[in-house]
């Protein structure tokens, strides 16, 4: 069993700032890929970004890139996630997740983790 903890949502202006962080425990060592989705009310769970632990890969989502930045501490079995020049359209409740078995070519597919967390949310305001 993995569990994950998540940290580091709440409520900022558009243009600023948050860095989120997903804590792993338990069977950690069995987690290849460690990820974040998002979903807004009355939407689906979307891909935001990923990191393979084995070669610090990173995988994001559709037009993230460049604004959000993932990465990996070892050590602390804890990725994060950088969020700047947020926008309103991005809030959302931000979903840790982590996978066993997840190829580079299926980060972005949420059927492939295996573990979630409770959910941060983040609100952007105009």
């Known amino acids: 069993q993995v569990q994950l903890v998540e940290s580091g949502g709440g409520l900022v202006q558009a243009g600023g700032s948050l860095r989120l962080s997903c804590a792993a425990s338990?069977?950690?060592?069995?987690?290849?890929?460690m990820g974040w989705f998002r979903q807004a009310p009355g939407k689906e769970r979307d891909f935001v970004a990923a990191?393979?632990?084995?070669?610090?890969?990173?995988y994001y989502g559709d037009s993230l890139k460049g604004r959000f930045t993932i990465s990996g501490d070892n050590a602390k079995n804890t990725v994060y996630l950088q969020m700047n020049s947020l926008k309103p359209e991005d809030t959302a409740v931000y979903f840790c997740?982590?996978?066993?078995?997840?190829?580079?070519?299926?980060?972005?597919?949420?059927?492939?983790?295996?573990?979630w967390g409770q959910g941060t949310q983040v609100t952007v305001s105009s």
């Open positions: 338990g069977r950690t060592f069995s987690i290849n890929t």
């Open positions: 990191f393979r632990w084995i070669d610090g890969s990173t």
């Open positions: 997740a982590a996978g066993r078995f997840v190829t580079a070519q299926a980060m972005g597919i949420l059927e492939r983790y295996d573990s």
